[in-house]
């Protein structure tokens, strides 16, 4: 088996598999499309924008091949898997190799875990889940294609700001489980999106992401938040800079009690995802200093510190 980095030549094995691809980065597909044969040829000429492809090749299987991808931000702690092809190769030992080398590659940038999110009813997942990934969350992305009328009047909702920040933090704490904030630690970076206060109190926050094909929102609203499908309603309808583009509404198993108010709202859901990850690295607590035991019949020397002077 060899595994390698893709390479222009390898286009046409791309091409020919790209219709049994499984993509596993819900956020990059729907914001901004498939970064398969663009993405592929990125990473061959342009390896620094931070797109990796490999390609992993059994030449004692007629060449059976799977093609392999991550995305990885400069200093981020995450590796994301873009995709996977072709679907039907995934469980052939191949793919050991392939996200080995993947996991090389995201170690040496930095990052220290792996993710990918998959539809727990494709083969993908349980492939995945033999190399070494597990669950830690779990999602459904809904989808809205219409504006919804509301009473522009309404002031539910503002754009968050730097002084909004602490606030928003405490949110975060108070909503995602223990678990979920090791792996996704609250961003003290500026707020990106919109909050809605009740009694100068902070109840709901919502991260908002932009991609030419679609408009990346992930939620989270306290459960003492009142009328929500309202705020939701008012929400869709005044996300700034929408321009027509689809609102995707990515929905935490811990939010899941937010899902009825978006299927009142004529959101089409999609199919429910199993959040996975690979920890690339270890964290390790120093060992603590301990003193050696004296050497039988002996005393310890006294010793002066000796200096150098010069006049």
Not at 60 to 68: E, F, N, Q, T, Y
Not at 293 to 305: D, F, K, L
Request: hydrophobic share 40%; proline share 6%; net charge neutral.
């Amino acid at each position: 088996m060899d595994v390698r980095p893709f390479y222009w030549r390898d286009l046409p094995s791309l091409y020919r598999c790209r219709r049994q691809s499984v993509f596993l980065n819900s956020f990059l597909l729907l914001t901004r499309g498939p970064l398969l044969i663009p993405g592929a040829l990125l990473s061959s000429i342009a390896p620094n924008m931070g797109v990796f492809t490999c390609i992993g090749r059994d030449d004692r299987k007629d060449g059976r091949s799977i093609v392999g991808q991550i995305v990885h931000r400069t200093e981020s702690q995450f590796s994301h898997l873009t995709f996977l092809t072709p679907e039907d190769a995934l469980e052939d030992h191949i793919l050991s190799g392939v996200i080995e080398y993947l996991t090389v590659v995201s170690g040496e940038r930095g990052a220290l875990h792996l993710t990918a999110d998959v539809d727990e009813r494709c083969r993908a997942f349980e492939a995945l889940r033999r190399s070494s990934f597990a669950t830690y969350s779990k999602q459904r992305v809904w989808r809205f294609d219409n504006s919804l009328a509301v009473d522009h009047k309404q002031r539910t909702w503002r754009v968050a700001t730097d002084r909004h920040a602490h606030a928003i933090g405490a949110l975060y704490h108070n909503l995602v489980p223990g678990m979920v904030q090791q792996i996704e630690p609250y961003s003290k970076r500026q707020p990106r999106g919109m909050i809605s206060r009740h009694d100068d109190q902070i109840l709901a926050y919502v991260e908002i992401s932009y991609g030419h094909r679609g408009i990346w929102v992930q939620p989270f609203v306290h459960p003492d938040i009142t009328d929500v499908v309202e705020k939701l309603g008012e929400l869709i309808a005044k996300i700034p800079d929408r321009r027509s583009r689809p609102v995707y509404i990515c929905v935490r198993s811990y939010q899941s009690w937010l899902e009825p108010a978006l299927e009142e709202l004529g959101a089409e859901p999609g199919p429910a995802q199993a959040v996975l990850i690979k920890h690339l690295a270890v964290s390790q607590k120093p060992a603590l200093a301990s003193e050696m035991p004296a050497i039988e019949g002996s005393q310890p020397e006294v010793t002066a510190t000796i200096t150098h002077t010069e006049t």
